[in-house]
Nanobody
């Protein structure tokens, strides 16, 4: 059974930093692509960042490029999202997700992903 568990969310002032973690189990982590999404009430889930199976290819939403960094540790079955220079508009529930293969994928589309974590709240106060 595939499980994803996010952690690291919280309340931070604008300009601050947070590091989210997503621990995966029930799959061969080094053979899957991973993504981070976020969602605010009343809006659709929004792509934030994604990485391929090796961590050698990364994608970012324009809104977070230069401020957020996605990384992964395949030995630890964990993907991270380092968030710097946080803004009030980054406030959302953040989700990690997995695609059950290592080939090319539509990384921005939530429907592409096979499993999701429960989410972690990030609140940025202005």
């Amino acid at each position: 059974q595939v499980q994803l568990e996010e952690s690291g969310g919280g309340l931070v002032q604008a300009g601050g930093s947070l590091r989210l973690s997503c621990a995966a189990s029930g799959l061969i982590f080094s053979m899957v692509n991973m993504g981070w999404f976020r969602q605010v009430p009343g809006k659709e889930r929004e792509f934030v960042a994604a990485t391929n199976w090796s961590g050698g290819t990364k994608y970012y939403a324009d809104s977070v490029k230069g401020r957020f960094t996605i990384s992964r540790d395949n030995a630890a079955n964990t993907v991270y999202l380092q968030m710097n220079s946080l803004k009030a508009e980054d406030t959302a529930v953040y989700y990690c997700a997995v695609v059950k293969y290592s080939g090319a994928w539509h990384y921005m589309s939530p429907g592409t992903y096979d499993y999701w974590g429960q989410g972690t709240q990030v609140t940025v106060s202005s």
